[in-house]
C-alpha cells in the first residue's frame, strides 16, 4: 500500500487521540432532564367532530368535550402558573398548587380559539391555509418554583395523542423533523380531494424576541413549496408548517431541517393518520400524532425497540412501525447487528416494529415507534389507534422518573361521561444489572416481568399500570416509553429523558479572503462540543502559499489560521485538517485564486513590435486569457509610459473572464510623424495588478501607391478593378474616380471605403469603341493609374450590290445543289476586330466556306465572304423554307443576319432492264445536326446529329470568346446513322458557346446559348 504525507500525518493523529480517548470513553457536557421550571408549548390542529352543530345535540356535547390537557408532577410540593394565549392574542392565566406529590395537577381547557388552526378546520378545507406559514398566537407557558414534569395531551374523540414537554433549558437551535406521510383522501363524488385529508405537520414557538428561523423542508410545504423564506419570531409567537397535499404524492415532512439564531420548541406530527401508510387502503380508523422533537444536539448512537401488545378486538391487518433519521451523511444504521440502511443527513428508514430490538449507528441518529391502526370497516371502535412516540437513546436514560398516565373524558353514545382509555402501560428498557433494582411505585418490579433484547445486554418489561402519577428509579439508567389505549384512541410518549449534549460534529470551519490572503478559524462550539485538540496545515497539499496556524492550548474553543499566495499571480491551495478531543475530523481544502490574466502568447510581459502609418489612428488587437482555475475580474487597464495617446478602444471595464476564457481587446495610437512609440500596458483587480505587455509602435510613411487588380468575363465585360491600399503603413484611399477627357462610352459604378474599393465597368453601346482611364490615390498624395480600350462590334453588313443587308434571299435551288452569295462586311472603328468563325444558329442547309476563316478587318477597311445555300427538304409549303440565321460575335456584342431559301425536288424518268417506265421524286436530304433540346440550355440538354459517311467523328462545345479549350461530348468512329448525345450545363459559364461537327462529311457548327 502507498502512502502519502497526508496518510502518515492522519495514522500520527490517530494514535495520539486514541490514547486520548482511552481515558475519555463518553465526552459529553450534562445539560439537565426533562424536569424543569420553565416550559413551552402549542397543540397543532386536530380533527374535531361537531363543528357547527345545533345547541343541545349529541355531536355539540361531544365538541365540548374535546380539550387540551397539562399534566404536571412534581416529587416534591410546588406552586406555579400557566399563561395562555388564545387565537385573538388575548392572555390568560392560571395559578396550580401541589401539595401532595402522589397528586397530579391537570389542566385542561376546550380546544377552540387554543388549537392552531390549518388548512383542515374540523373538515372543512380553509382556501387560505388556515394559520399555516403565517405568526399565530396560541401557546402555553408554564412557570414552576420547583422542577417539575410536565406532559400535554390533545384529546379529541376517537383521535388524540400526548407528549412530553422538555424544558427551557433542553431547548436548542437546530432541529430534524420526525412525522409521517400525509393522508390525502380523494372525493369519489368530485374529484379532486376531499375534507378528509390530513396532512403531515409541525409547529415551532420561540422563546426569545428576535428569533431568525430557517425551514429547509424535505417535502413541498402548503404555501411555500420548497423554497420557504426565512422568518422571525417574538417571544411566543408560533409558526406552523403543513406539507402539501396532493392527488399524485403523499409528502412527508420527515428529515425536514430547521435552524434557528436562538433557542425554540420544535413540535411535529400529523393531523390525523392511518398506520401503516402502505395497508392505509385497508384501514379504517385514524389518530392524530405528536411529539415535541428533540435538539440534533441530543441525537444518539444507540436506542431499543418494543413492541406493544395488541388489544383484544383489534384488528391483525397492519403493523405497528419504526423510523430511524439520520442527522449526519454516510449514517450505517444496524438492528440486531444487522446493516439495514446507510443514510445521508434527512433521510430515513422505516421497518416493521414486531419484537424487541437493538439499534445502533457509527453517527447519531433519532428513531419513533409508532402504533398501528386498530379499526376496519368490520371491527367498529377498537381498543388502541395510532401515536407516534420518540424514544430516548441509551446515552439519554435517566435512573429516576415521574411520569403520567393521561387520562381524559368524553361522552358515550347515551351522553354520560366516560374515561377515554381502558388500557394503561409502560414499557421499560433495563440493563441487565438493573433489572433487580428496578422499582415502580415503591413495589420492585418482579424480574420474571423482563425479556432480553436479542444478544444484548438489555432487557425490557410490559406492565400494566392504572391512570394517574407514578414513579419508577433503578441503580442503573433506565428508559421508560408511556402509552394507553381507547376505544379508537390512544397516546404515547417517553416517560423522561436526560438531555446530555453529545459532541457527534466535527469541527468547522469559517474564513474570509482579502485578495492574496486568506484568514480563517477552526471552531467547535456547537451544543457539547468537545474543543479542538489539533489542527494542522497538510504540507504535501499545499501549492504556491504560505500557511501559518495560531498557537494554541488542546481543547480551544477554536484556532485561527492565516495563508498567502508566494506568486500572486498563480492560484494557491491548502488543507487544514483539524480533530476534535472526541476523535472526530474534519479536513477542508483552501483556495485563493491568484490574478491569473496575461496575454495569450509566449512570455510576461508580451513583447509587442508593430509597424503603424503615420497621421493615421491604428488599432492593433490583442487577446487576454485567463489561465488560472477560477473566474476573474478585470477592473482596470492601465498604460504606464508617459506617452499619453495610446487609447483601449471599444471595451468597458470591468471585464469578467472564466476560467480559461479569453477577451480581444484593441489597442488604439495615432502617430503624427515617423518614429517609435514605446508603452508599456498593465492590468489589475481590486487588488493587484500585473504589466502584460512591453509595446514598440514603429511609425513608417507611406510610400507606396494603392494596388490596382483589374479582371475581366471571357468577352472583357464587365471589367471589374479593385483598389487596395489597406497595409498597415498605408494611409488610405483619399480619391478613386475616372479622368473624363480620357474615358468615353463606358458606364461605371464605384464601392469602398477607406482602405479598399471596387470599380465595375461597362460598355454603353457596345457596337462602338470605348475607352477608359481611372486614377487612385492615397492619403499621402501616392497615385496609381490604370487605362484600358474596349473595342465594340464596329461592323456594318452590306449585299454585294453595296445596300446594308437586313437579310439574305436565296432563289429556287435544286436538291443537293448548292449557290453561294456574297455579302460585304466594313470595319468603321479604330481597332481592329478579328473573327475566328462565323456561326449559323442552325447550320443546316446554310454555311461559310472554312477557307475563308479567319476574318481579319483593320480599322476602317471592308472584306467579302460567300454565304452558301445547300437545301435538304423541297418547299411544300411556308414551313418548309430553309432559314438560317448568321451571327457575328465580338467582344460581348452580337450582329445577326438572316437567311432563307427554297429547295426544289430532284425528279427523273428512266426505263428499267423490263421495260417498265420508272419514276422518282427525291424531297429530302439528310440532316447534319439539330439545334438542343432543350434551348437555351439551363441544366441537361439533348442534340441530335446524322453521319452520312462513315468515318471518325467528334461532337464538342466550346466558347465564343475563349475557344482554346473545347470540351468533347462523343468522338470515335461511327457508322452512317441517327445519333444523340447528352450533356451537362453545370459547370458552365453563362454565356454563347459554339457547337461543332467535324466528320468525314465536313465541318459543321451552330452556336448555342447557356442560361445562367
Not at 395488541?310 to 438492528?335: H, K, Q
Request: charged share 15%; glycine share 6%.
Amino acid at each position: 500500500m502507498k502512502f502519502t504525507r497526508l496518510h502518515i500525518v492522519f495514522r500520527c493523529l490517530a494514535i495520539i487521540l486514541c490514547c486520548f480517548i482511552q481515558n475519555y470513553t463518553t465526552l459529553s457536557q450534562v445539560a439537565g432532564s426533562s424536569k424543569g421550571k420553565d416550559f413551552w408549548l402549542t397543540f397543532m390542529p386536530n380533527v374535531h367532530r361537531g363543528v357547527g352543530a345545533a345547541p343541545g345535540t349529541q355531536e355539540e356535547a361531544e365538541r365540548k368535550t374535546d380539550s387540551l390537557y397539562i399534566f404536571i408532577a412534581s416529587e416534591i410540593p410546588t406552586k406555579g402558573s400557566i399563561v395562555y394565549r388564545d387565537i385573538n392574542r388575548r392572555e390568560f392565566t392560571r395559578s396550580f398548587t401541589i401539595n401532595n406529590p402522589n397528586e397530579i395537577y391537570t389542566f385542561s381547557v376546550l380546544w377552540e380559539n387554543f388549537e392552531l388552526q390549518g388548512f383542515n378546520t374540523s373538515n372543512q378545507l380553509l382556501a387560505n391555509g388556515g394559520q399555516t406559514e403565517k405568526i399565530a398566537a396560541q401557546y402555553f407557558h408554564i412557570i414552576s418554583e420547583q422542577d417539575i414534569t410536565v406532559y400535554a395531551l390533545n384529546q379529541a374523540w376517537t383521535t388524540s395523542d400526548a407528549f412530553l414537554v422538555l424544558p427551557r433549558p433542553a431547548l436548542e437551535r437546530d432541529y430534524m423533523i420526525m412525522s409521517y406521510p400525509t393522508d390525502n383522501v380523494l372525493d369519489d363524488r368530485r374529484g379532486g380531494l376531499s375534507a378528509g385529508t390530513t396532512p403531515s405537520q409541525c409547529a415551532i414557538i420561540a422563546v426569545e424576541d428576535n428569533t431568525r428561523i430557517t425551514i429547509d423542508p424535505s417535502a413541498p410545504l402548503l404555501l411555500s413549496g420548497l423554497n420557504p423564506s426565512p422568518i422571525v419570531l417574538n417571544k411566543g409567537d408560533v409558526y406552523l408548517i403543513q406539507a402539501l397535499p396532493s392527488l399524485s404524492k403523499d409528502y412527508d415532512l420527515t428529515g425536514t431541517s430547521i435552524n434557528s439564531s436562538k433557542p425554540i420548541a420544535v413540535f411535529a406530527g400529523h393531523q390525523r393518520a392511518r398506520i401503516p401508510w402502505e395497508a392505509s387502503d385497508q384501514l379504517n380508523s385514524r389518530d392524530c400524532l405528536v411529539e415535541q422533537m428533540v435538539p440534533t444536539a441530543n441525537f444518539g448512537k444507540s436506542a431499543f425497540l418494543t413492541p406493544y401488545p395488541l388489544p383484544s378486538g383489534a384488528s391483525p391487518i397492519g403493523w405497528d412501525v419504526y423510523r430511524v433519521l439520520a442527522a449526519l451523511d454516510s449514517t450505517a444504521i444496524f438492528v440486531d447487528s444487522i446493516k439495514v440502511a446507510t443514510l445521508n443527513q434527512g433521510q430515513y428508514f422505516t421497518g416493521v416494529l414486531s419484537r424487541a430490538a437493538e439499534i445502533y449507528s457509527n453517527k447519531p441518529f433519532m428513531v419513533a415507534q409508532y402504533k398501528k391502526t386498530s379499526s376496519t370497516s368490520n371491527t367498529g371502535l377498537a381498543n388502541s389507534d395510532p401515536f407516534m412516540m420518540i424514544i430516548p437513546p441509551f446515552e439519554q436514560f435517566l435512573t429516576n422518573y415521574r411520569f403520567v398516565s393521561a387520562q381524559a373524558v368524553q361522552l358515550n353514545g347515551d351522553g354520560r361521561p366516560s374515561k377515554v382509555y381502558n388500557y394503561q402501560y409502560v414499557n421499560v428498557v433495563a440493563p441487565q444489572n438493573a433489572i433487580n433494582s428496578a422499582v415502580l411505585d415503591g413495589t420492585l418490579i418482579p424480574s420474571t416481568s423482563f425479556s432480553r433484547i436479542a444478544k444484548t445486554n438489555f432487557y425490557y418489561a410490559t406492565i400494566n399500570i392504572s391512570d394517574g402519577v407514578h414513579s419508577i428509579s433503578a441503580k442503573e439508567p433506565i428508559g421508560i416509553y408511556v402509552y394507553g389505549y381507547g376505544p379508537a384512541n390512544s397516546y404515547g410518549y417517553i416517560g423522561g429523558m436526560s438531555f446530555t449534549l453529545f459532541d457527534f460534529h466535527s469541527p468547522s470551519y469559517n474564513s474570509r479572503r482579502e485578495c492574496s490572503f486568506i484568514k480563517g478559524m477552526v471552531f467547535d462550539t456547537l451544543a457539547g462540543d468537545s474543543r479542538i485538540a489539533s489542527v494542522v496545515n497538510i504540507a504535501d497539499s499545499q501549492i504556491n502559499t504560505s500557511v501559518s496556524i495560531a498557537p494554541f492550548t488542546k481543547y480551544a474553543d477554536s484556532v485561527s489560521f492565516d495563508a498567502s499566495l508566494i506568486d500572486p499571480f498563480k492560484d494557491g491551495y491548502f488543507v487544514i485538517a483539524a480533530q476534535d478531543s472526541a476523535g472526530y475530523n474534519s479536513i477542508k481544502k483552501f483556495a485563493i485564486p491568484g490574478f491569473t490574466v496575461r496575454l495569450a502568447g509566449n512570455g510576461i510581459p508580451l513583447i509587442i513590435d508593430q509597424e503603424i502609418p503615420v497621421k493615421k489612428s491604428f488599432c492593433f488587437p490583442i487577446t487576454l486569457i485567463n489561465e488560472g482555475n477560477f473566474s476573474q475580474t478585470i477592473s482596470s487597464a492601465d498604460f504606464l509610459g508617459l506617452d499619453k495617446n495610446f487609447t483601449i478602444s471599444g471595451t468597458s471595464f470591468p471585464i469578467n473572464l472564466q476560467s480559461g476564457g479569453t477577451k480581444e481587446i484593441l489597442i488604439c495610437y495615432k502617430a503624427d510623424s515617423t518614429g517609435d512609440y514605446k508603452q508599456t500596458l498593465s492590468l489589475g483587480d481590486t487588488c493587484r495588478s500585473r504589466t502584460i505587455a512591453d509595446i514598440t509602435f514603429r511609425a513608417k510613411a507611406d510610400s507606396k501607391p494603392p494596388v490596382i487588380i483589374s479582371s475581366a468575363a471571357d468577352c472583357g465585360l464587365p471589367a471589374i478593378i479593385t483598389i487596395k491600399d489597406d497595409g498597415i503603413t498605408d494611409s488610405g484611399l483619399e480619391f478613386v474616380g475616372f479622368i473624363d477627357s480620357l474615358t468615353e462610352n463606358c458606364d461605371y459604378t464605384i464601392k469602398g471605403n477607406g482602405s479598399s474599393s471596387t470599380v465595375s465597368i461597362n460598355v454603353k453601346d457596345p457596337y462602338q469603341d470605348a475607352n477608359y482611364t481611372l486614377m487612385v490615390k492615397d492619403s499621402i498624395g501616392n497615385i496609381s493609374i490604370i487605362s484600358d480600350t474596349i473595342p465594340g462590334l464596329t461592323i456594318s453588313i452590306s449585299l454585294k450590290n453595296g445596300t446594308l443587308a437586313d437579310d439574305l434571299i436565296y432563289d429556287t435551288t435544286l436538291l443537293g445543289n448548292t449557290i453561294c452569295d456574297t455579302i460585304i462586311i466594313l470595319n468603321y472603328g479604330r481597332y481592329g476586330i478579328n473573327f475566328p468563325s462565323l456561326f449559323m444558329m442552325n447550320n443546316i442547309a446554310f454555311s461559310i466556306p472554312p477557307e475563308q476563316l479567319p476574318i481579319r478587318l483593320s480599322p476602317l477597311t471592308e472584306t467579302r465572304i460567300a454565304v452558301c445555300y445547300h437545301p435538304i427538304e423541297a418547299i411544300s409549303a411556308l414551313d418548309t423554307i430553309d432559314r438560317d440565321t448568321l451571327a457575328f460575335y465580338y467582344s460581348c456584342a452580337s450582329k445577326f443576319l438572316p437567311l432563307s431559301g427554297k429547295g426544289i425536288s430532284i425528279q427523273s424518268e428512266n426505263t428499267s432492264q423490263c421495260d417498265i417506265q420508272l419514276k422518282f421524286n427525291i424531297a429530302k436530304l439528310p440532316g447534319l445536326m439539330s439545334l438542343p433540346n432543350p434551348h437555351p440550355i439551363i441544366d441537361i440538354s439533348k442534340v441530335d446529329f446524322g453521319i452520312l459517311t462513315a468515318g471518325k467523328t467528334v461532337l464538342q462545345i466550346r466558347s465564343v470568346f475563349n475557344n482554346t479549350h473545347p470540351i468533347v461530348l462523343a468522338h470515335g468512329v461511327m457508322e452512317s446513322g441517327h445519333y444523340q448525345a447528352s450533356f451537362s450545363s453545370q459547370d458552365l459559364h453563362p454565356g454563347i458557346y459554339l457547337l461543332e461537327l467535324l466528320s468525314a462529311d465536313g465541318y459543321f457548327h451552330m452556336p448555342i446559348i447557356i442560361n445562367p
